[in-house]
């Protein structure tokens, strides 16, 4: 039995401890937000947080968050009670298929908290490991200077 928080409530599942944490979150947790892209860690699309760190959860065995804090995209928001960063998000347009975005959200949300002002280079850094096919990279770094200039951390 594989215990750990997720977004903040005591959580488990009964799979063997290599189970990557994307499958369990998905699968036996019923949790849908975290995608599903490359599973070799590339693409970014199943970032989540561990304590509070960006992972990835497709490489990442769920015995290694045993007793720490998980934080999907659910955990960030949802569309009945957007996180302010959702919302800035949405108020300038940044998703187009959307795909990619739960992990974009995810690794924008850890460098805000890690950063709260950061600079162009640090924002490059920080979301260099999450693909988007859509390309709406601009659009991404703009949605995160604009919640660093409001003081939004996630």
Partial sequence: MQQFQLNGRAAQADVAAEMPLLWVVRDALG????????????????????????????????????????????????????????????ELGVPQCGYCQSGQLMAASALLQRTPKPSDAEIDAAMSGNLCRCGTYPRIKQAIRVAAERGVQA
Avoid: N, Y
């Fill in 31 to 90: 949790l849908k937000g975290s995608k599903f892209g490359c599973g070799q860690g590339l693409c970014g699309a199943c970032t989540m947080h561990v304590d509070g760190v960006a992972v990835r959860s497709c490489i990442t065995p769920v015995a290694s968050v045993a007793g720490k804090a998980v934080r999907t995209i659910e955990g960030l928001g949802s569309l009945q009670q957007a996180s302010p960063l959702q919302k800035i998000w949405a």
